[in-house]
């Protein structure tokens, strides 16, 4: 019994120590991660607050907070782990390798994290813009940090990789608050040019037309059997589809009320018969 009881207060005496000394890192670590943890969720929170009185995109609200987030987390569980004694060295190294893997593995999708990132940072668009791009157009419906989604104009969903669409030409019809609309026409030979300006620029009176810049009737070119007109008036980007569908409309009705002829294409083909 007292070889028991001396072995266990040599033990103790060895041990004692050593658990006093992990108890103690292993007590400061723990509350550093849960201080640690409340501030960065505090923080977080802030910079959500702050992006939001500053009407920030919600795109990129979301995008930032989660990557200040996630960024910030981990460097707080890094420091945690030295502070117990890890060796942080070989920890980095570590995630490194493993990130090299993951990396190798998933090129494309980290490609299109990028594109996210790059869409985040530059805004070639925003939420609700109509844009062209990758073969297809249509309003954003949202920005994930992989994909857009667009809708199209018949409803339907379409999935964009952002490395594709980061990398590739994109066309944003609704970054201007005001667009051009051309109305491409031809009148015959016979038919009088001031008389269609005269008729065209009455329909250009809609009050969705802007006065500057002012609207314009010119002559594009001369076929084969008609003289080419475009009839050029500026409104508001939400007014071009409804103008440009009333306004071809209008000029075919108000150009056969005033008799300017609107030719079809033909062909004049002389024989001549040999002696």
Excluded: C
């Amino acid at each position: 019994m007292d070889l028991n009881i001396d072995q266990l207060i040599k033990l103790s005496e060895a041990w004692l120590p050593l658990l006093l000394n992990y108890a103690g890192k292993l007590t400061l670590a723990s509350l550093t991660l849960l201080l640690g943890w409340w501030l960065i969720n505090t923080l977080t929170r802030k910079v959500g607050r702050l992006l939001t009185q500053r009407d920030i995109d919600m795109a990129l609200h979301g995008f930032v907070s989660s990557l200040a987030s996630m960024g910030l987390k981990v460097l707080l569980l890094i420091s945690v782990a030295s502070m117990i004694g890890v060796e942080t060295t070989s920890f980095i190294a570590m995630i490194g390798a493993a990130g090299l893997a993951v990396g190798l593995a998933l090129q494309g999708s980290l490609a299109n994290f990028a594109g996210g990132v790059l869409i985040m940072l530059f805004r070639p668009f925003r939420i609700g813009d109509w844009i062209e791009a990758q073969g297809v157009s249509g309003s954003v419906d949202s920005i994930q940090i992989f994909h857009t989604v667009l809708k199209t104009g018949d409803n339907k969903v379409v999935v964009v990789p952002n490395g594709s669409l980061s990398n590739g030409h994109i066309t944003n019809y609704s970054r201007e608050p005001k667009r051009r609309v051309d109305i491409a026409l031809s009148i015959g030979y016979g038919s009088e040019i001031k008389l269609a300006r005269q008729v065209l620029l009455e329909i250009a009176q809609d009050p969705r037309v802007l006065r500057e810049p002012e609207p314009q009737v010119l002559v594009t070119s001369l076929g084969d059997s008609a003289v080419n007109l475009v009839l050029r008036v500026w409104v508001a980007s939400e007014n071009f589809w409804p103008v440009t569908f009333a306004f071809t409309e209008q000029a075919k009705e108000r150009l056969s009320e005033a008799g300017v002829e609107r030719p079809f294409q033909q062909r004049v083909v002389h024989l001549q018969q040999s002696a």
